[in-house]
């Protein structure tokens, strides 16, 4: 390719804190209710004073410590002046030259191949509302529920070179978020809006220096990761197109057509808006570490990943599951910790029926793990008895089912349904007796040496016994008997 991609991103992300930025409304992202959690602070009337919300702000520094960015000592807001219907103030109360974090890096993994993105700065600013417009569009109606709740801001340099890149460091910033109990992220819900910056550089000639850098073009409001990875693809092709054919890229913001997957002119950028940014003066300016902050960090999600590839051994998949559904992450190590030793094998049972049986259970009737009825202990018991043999692995799904329904001791079920596993000697050889009888086709075949004769065999005999012969056993006996 002649051309370089040069991406950056804007990434938005509601806080999750109880109440608003700078006022004591509440903060309450699932109020369907329009224009409930209002007050006079945020709906911007004239006399009223912002008061900054702490935890907000440690939201951002906790956020800036996970990313290794660096803290400010001294911090401050600053009024972004400019007019829409969904800001009632007329202005945004923003960062601009004091931001909370400067710096900073997420690591992103594509193929095995890792590469650090930078992170240029994190800030922390308010909500607008929330415009909604008829579908006649002769009217549009506000809600002011979200104006003012705390919005981080966090910009990337532009290091970004592709789209599967964007969407990987998208992915994994929302995973950091959860893990910091941040911010829920959700991009269907609003929670995390990307903005991609994408321009095209021309490559220089052979031996030349710097490459030429290209014209901007902005990608707004993406509320998914796919399209964050769709629209970069769509743009290095569009605006390619665009140099191919001797023509300039144009400066503007583009939106992006989920139906169609294209990206469509929204506005040219003209010049740089003027927001008149001035200090906030009914915000006094912060001194971070007189504040007192508890800034201690949980598990992060890479360092997760190491642990659980180390400790338990675990498949890559199953390692990734895991540390993307913490409560499930939970679970698995909760019950492992039940289990009285924990041979490789026996750890990777219970992951199999974890990330497989019982991940389907829940999906089935939509449910999450935090619903569940059944506790680890129980289900360390489960895993257990299947390890050992003592029930087969039809059995321990039946059960797993049951107790999913009816949260009870795996125990108990299979006693009550009579489904552990024998090796008692003379009802296997019952058994045994009574498929060579009735099977002789499959005998012949097996005598003349077809060893997959010998699976149908056991099978019939593990049909006969309803479930309860041990295999293992069962074709022992059976090898035995035809040997003869
Ligand atoms: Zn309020």
Redesign the pocket.
């Known amino acids: 390719m002649k051309y370089e991609p040069t991406i950056g991103l804007e990434i938005h992300v509601e806080l999750k804190t109880k109440t608003?930025m700078f006022?004591?409304?509440l903060n309450d992202p699932n109020e369907k209710r329009p224009n409930v959690?209002?007050?006079p602070?945020?709906?911007g009337h004239p006399g009223t004073l912002p008061v900054i919300n702490q935890e907000a702000v440690r939201y951002v520094l906790i956020c800036g410590r996970a990313l290794n960015g660096k803290l400010a000592d001294y911090s401050q807001f600053d009024r972004k002046n400019y007019f829409y219907p969904d800001l009632p103030k007329g202005y945004q109360i923003s960062q601009y030259k004091f931001p909370l974090v400067e710096g900073g890096e997420l690591e992103v993994e594509i193929k095995n191949q890792k590469s650090k993105i930078k992170i240029t700065r994190i800030h922390l600013e308010e909500d607008a509302g929330r415009l909604i417009h008829a579908k006649d569009e002769t009217s549009s109606l506000v809600d002011f529920n979200r104006a003012?709740v705390p919005l981080m801001e966090l910009v990337t340099e532009p290091c970004i070179n592709s789209g599967e890149q964007a969407r990987k460091f998208a992915e994994e910033l929302q995973l950091v978020l959860r893990c910091l109990d941040i911010s829920d992220a959700d991009m269907e819900k609003g929670q995390m809006r990307v903005e991609v910056n994408i321009s095209l550089a021309v490559k220089p000639p052979l031996g030349g220096l710097t490459a030429k850098l290209g014209t901007k073009v902005e990608i707004k409001n993406l509320n998914s990761f796919r399209s964050v990875e769709r629209v970069v693809e769509y743009e290095i092709k569009r605006q390619t197109a665009v140099l191919e054919a001797g023509e300039k890229v144009i400066h503007e913001t583009r939106g992006w057509d989920e139906d169609k997957q294209k990206t469509f002119s929204q506005r040219e950028k003209e010049m740089a808006h003027d927001y008149r940014y001035f200090p906030e003066p009914d915000l006094p300016p912060l001194k971070i570490s007189e504040l007192g902050f508890d800034l201690r960090l949980p598990e992060l999600p890479e360092e997760k990943r190491k642990r659980f590839k180390e400790k338990y051994e675990l498949k890559e998949e199953a390692v990734e599951i895991f540390v993307r559904d913490f409560t499930m992450g939970k679970f698995f190590e909760s019950a492992i910790s039940h289990l009285s030793d924990e041979p490789k094998e026996t750890v990777s049972l219970a992951s199999n029926y974890i990330t497989s049986d019982l991940a389907g259970l829940l999906k089935e009737s939509g449910k999450t793990f935090s619903d569940l009825k059944i506790n680890p202990e129980m289900f360390a018991k489960l895993i257990a008895m299947a390890d050992k043999g003592e029930i087969s692995s039809r059995a321990t799904k039946d059960v797993l089912k049951i107790m999913f329904e009816q949260g009870r001791d795996p125990e108990q079920i299979v006693k009550e349904k009579g489904l552990e596993q024998t090796s008692d000697d003379s009802f296997l050889k019952n058994i045994v007796e009574e498929v060579v009888k009735n099977n002789s086709a499959a005998v012949g075949e097996y005598k003349n040496g077809k060893e997959n004769a010998l699976q149908f065999l056991v099978g019939r005999g593990m049909k006969l016994s309803k479930g309860k012969a041990n295999p293992a056993v069962l074709q022992k006996l059976l090898k035995e008997k035809l040997g003869e």
């Open positions: 608003k006022c004591a409304s959690n209002v007050c602070v945020c709906m003012g």
